[in-house]
């Protein structure tokens, strides 16, 4: 790889091509998938020694929902993101009467704020850097470093991985994907460096946080009891026990902290702790789904629908499912009161209601008239039942949907 002094280079940063559509580059800026990119890159070059595979449950599809590219439009440089779904953010050039207009997208039809919009003649390698450094969303940075920094993590070895989290590339400018691999290996030796400081900093947080969650939980602060317990459970700032955490959330729950009662239901559903109690499960469920909380519902219609802690009763759950689609409204698509609906001939009151309601829906807007579209697919299958699993466990509120829902416990 290029050392400091070659990639600091005048003439490197000076560089610039004479035209982003040359006939000779027929196959530079072209649209492409971000696997297809590197094999490509890789049969090219000969250096198959940077080429990462996407994650496997995604597929391979980094960079496939991309915009589609405007009249004339070339990519001149793209970051590649080593993410759960492979994400791509593409810096794109086209011609225009005045010279040249760039644009930044990616697949969440993101807004980038950026310098410079457009130039006389194509970027030289240094401004095209800036251009790069300077990427913004609402005032935050997209730089490679801000993307890497935003993991958040404080592990050496979860840092120097992230040295290949953000891949930056071009067709044409030969040293940009070097400038910013020798970038990223700077990057990760200032992490490096401050570790100690930050994780002292870090500790003495988490230490304060912890001696204050403990005083208000003594106190019986709902809020405090339902944090003190998922730090248990955990074991973060205190020694990890899920007994503890099941405690602390039944104590917060009977306090009314709906986020405690939550906890609690998932442990007594999954077995968590060693304690299994699908009824109790339930009830706690139906609770908040008397509240209009939307986990509640949804896992209250769910328990109903499947047999958990019950036996299996369809109009039960379509009751909870159509409350939470109530709440939401007509413009929201409502898969579980489908799937209550399907193969069904619609005899009691409250599936004809259900079923008017998607007529209505339909009248006004494209959710209903998939809802009924989907109704009409033929037979599909009831849901499976699987256990809550622990990753709804947390200290963050609990959403409520709109509306009113009523009770069916």
């Given at each position: 790889?290029?050392?400091?002094?070659?990639?600091?280079?005048?003439?490197?940063?000076?560089?610039?091509?004479?035209?982003?559509?040359?006939?000779?580059?027929?196959?530079?800026?072209?649209?492409?998938?971000?696997?297809?990119?590197?094999?490509?890159?890789?049969?090219?070059?000969?250096?198959?020694?940077?080429l990462?595979?996407?994650?496997?449950?995604?597929?391979?599809?980094?960079?496939?929902?991309?915009?589609k590219?405007?009249?004339?439009?070339?990519?001149?440089?793209?970051?590649?993101?080593?993410?759960?779904?492979?994400?791509?953010?593409?810096?794109?050039?086209?011609?225009?009467?005045?010279?040249?207009?760039?644009?930044?997208v990616?697949?969440?039809?993101?807004?980038?704020?950026?310098?410079?919009?457009?130039?006389?003649?194509?970027?030289?390698?240094?401004?095209?850097?800036?251009?790069?450094?300077?990427?913004?969303?609402?005032?935050?940075?997209?730089?490679?470093?801000?993307?890497?920094?935003?993991?958040?993590?404080?592990?050496?070895?979860?840092?120097?991985?992230?040295?290949?989290?953000?891949?930056?590339?071009?067709?044409?400018?030969?040293?940009?994907?070097?400038?910013?691999?020798?970038?990223?290996?700077?990057?990760?030796?200032?992490q490096?460096?401050?570790?100690?400081?930050i994780?002292?900093?870090?500790?003495?947080?988490?230490?304060?946080?912890?001696?204050?969650?403990?005083?208000?939980?003594?106190?019986?602060?709902?809020?405090?009891?339902?944090?003190?317990?998922?730090?248990?459970?955990?074991?973060?700032?205190?020694?990890?026990?899920?007994?503890?955490?099941?405690?602390?959330?039944?104590?917060?729950?009977?306090?009314?902290?709906?986020?405690?009662?939550?906890?609690?239901?998932?442990?007594?559903?999954?077995?968590?702790?060693?304690?299994?109690?699908?009824?109790d499960?339930?009830?706690?469920?139906?609770?908040?789904?008397?509240?209009?909380?939307?986990?509640?519902?949804?896992?209250?219609?769910?328990?109903?629908?499947?047999?958990?802690?019950?036996?299996?009763?369809?109009?039960?759950?379509?009751?909870?499912?159509?409350?939470?689609?109530?709440?939401?409204?007509?413009?929201?698509?409502?898969?579980?009161?489908?799937?209550?609906?399907?193969?069904?001939?619609?005899?009691?009151?409250?599936e004809?209601?259900?079923?008017?309601?998607?007529?209505?829906?339909?009248?006004?807007?494209?959710?209903?008239?998939?809802?009924?579209?989907?109704?009409?697919?033929?037979?599909?299958?009831?849901?499976?039942?699987?256990?809550?699993?622990?990753?709804?466990?947390?200290?963050d509120?609990?959403?409520?949907?709109?509306?009113?829902?009523?009770?069916?416990?």
């Amino acid at each position: 790889m290029e050392n400091l002094s070659l990639l600091a280079n005048a003439a490197v940063l000076d560089f610039a091509p004479e035209t982003y559509w040359d006939e000779l580059l027929s196959d530079a800026g072209k649209d492409r998938n971000e696997l297809e990119r590197r094999l490509l890159n890789a049969i090219s070059t000969g250096d198959w020694s940077n080429l990462r595979l996407p994650p496997v449950q995604f597929g391979v599809e980094g960079g496939d929902y991309l915009p589609k590219f405007l009249n004339c439009e070339v990519e001149i440089a793209r970051l590649s993101l080593e993410s759960t779904t492979w994400d791509v953010k593409s810096i794109r050039a086209r011609p225009t009467s005045r010279g040249i207009a760039y644009r930044v997208v990616d697949e969440y039809n993101s807004k980038y704020s950026f310098r410079p919009k457009s130039s006389r003649r194509p970027l030289s390698m240094g401004q095209l850097v800036e251009l790069i450094e300077g990427l913004n969303i609402d005032g935050a940075s997209s730089s490679p470093a801000a993307l890497r920094s935003h993991q958040g993590t404080t592990d050496a070895a979860a840092i120097r991985q992230l040295g290949t989290f953000v891949t930056v590339s071009s067709d044409f400018y030969p040293s940009l994907e070097s400038w910013y691999r020798y970038e990223a290996e700077r990057w990760v030796k200032d992490q490096l460096s401050e570790l100690p400081r930050i994780n002292k900093l870090r500790q003495s947080k988490l230490d304060a946080e912890t001696t204050a969650v403990r005083r208000a939980a003594r106190h019986d602060d709902p809020a405090a009891l339902t944090d003190l317990g998922y730090r248990h459970f955990l074991g973060k700032g205190v020694a990890r026990s899920i007994s503890d955490a099941i405690e602390l959330w039944r104590r917060a729950s009977d306090l009314g902290d709906p986020r405690g009662t939550f906890n609690l239901a998932v442990c007594l559903q999954d077995g968590l702790g060693g304690l299994r109690k699908p009824e109790d499960a339930l009830k706690l469920y139906e609770r908040l789904a008397e509240q209009g909380y939307y986990v509640g519902l949804k896992m209250a219609g769910f328990c109903r629908h499947v047999g958990i802690g019950c036996r299996p009763n369809r109009l039960l759950a379509l009751q909870w499912y159509f409350d939470i689609a109530k709440g939401w409204g007509k413009e929201r698509f409502a898969d579980d009161l489908v799937r209550c609906l399907r193969n069904t001939d619609h005899k009691t009151e409250l599936e004809r209601d259900a079923i008017a309601w998607i007529r209505d829906a339909a009248k006004i807007g494209a959710a209903g008239q998939n809802m009924l579209r989907s109704l009409g697919e033929g037979p599909t299958s009831d849901p499976v039942a699987h256990d809550a699993g622990v990753g709804y466990l947390g200290t963050d509120p609990l959403v409520r949907v709109g509306g009113n829902p009523g009770s069916t416990a």
